[in-house]
């Protein structure tokens, strides 16, 4: 196969042979190969994210969270501690947790009593007018889908069309779950 740089070679060869026209054609040819090969350079880029929450579909994509977030709770921070799945009753943070567009984080308290959430508080964190609107919306919703539920293998499944802020709400509960767990 041939490269860009023999195909434009031929091309400009080409030209010549026609005149002076034909020049200028495959000047030009060659001009919006180049400009059009920079423009499309970075569009497979694997750090892409949609600006400003504009992506709200589902095209079966998935996006890791960042792995860095910041705990506190009242059984603290131990580098060793598991999800035994027995817990202490107690109220667990989690604060800066950050959503997969990594933007963005909410702080989760979650109250636990005899293994099940007895209350939950959620504060987001953002600067984008969609992404409050999607955390507000969650904010409101969330405590009628988890008050009173296990917190043992508790999942919640896109809460109020904000499945940013609910993957970044299960990865809190993961880690409430570690705090509270009796070791």
């Known amino acids: 196969m041939a490269s860009n740089e023999d195909s434009?070679?031929?091309?400009?060869i080409k030209a010549h042979k026609s005149g002076g026209a034909g020049v200028k054609s495959a000047t030009v040819a060659a001009v919006g190969l180049i400009a059009a090969t920079t423009l499309l350079a970075g569009c497979g880029s694997k750090?892409?994210?949609p600006a400003?929450?504009?992506?709200?579909?589902?095209?079966?994509?998935?996006?890791?969270?960042?792995?860095?977030?910041t705990s506190a709770g009242?059984?603290?921070?131990?580098?060793?501690?598991?999800?035994?799945?027995?817990?202490?009753?107690g109220t667990y943070n989690v604060d800066n947790q950050p959503d997969?567009?990594?933007?963005?984080?909410?702080?989760?308290t979650v109250k636990v009593a005899q293994g099940d959430i007895t209350g939950v508080t959620v504060v987001g964190h953002t600067s984008n007018d969609i992404s409050k609107k999607h955390q507000a919306a969650f904010i409101e919703a969330i405590p009628g889908v988890v008050v009173g539920k296990p917190l043992k293998g508790l999942k919640v499944d896109k809460v109020a069309g904000a499945s940013w802020t609910t993957q970044a709400f299960n990865d809190a509960l993961a880690n409430a779950r570690t705090q509270a767990s009796v070791q």
């Open 8 to 12: 434009q070679q031929v091309s400009t």
């Open 47 to 49: 750090d892409a994210i």
């Open 52 to 69: 400003d929450g504009a992506y709200q579909g589902n095209s079966g994509e998935s996006m890791a969270a960042p792995s860095s977030s």
């Open 74 to 89: 009242s059984a603290g921070n131990d580098a060793k501690a598991q999800d035994t799945g027995k817990y202490r009753d």
């Open 100 to 108: 997969p567009s990594g933007k963005d984080t909410i702080d989760v």
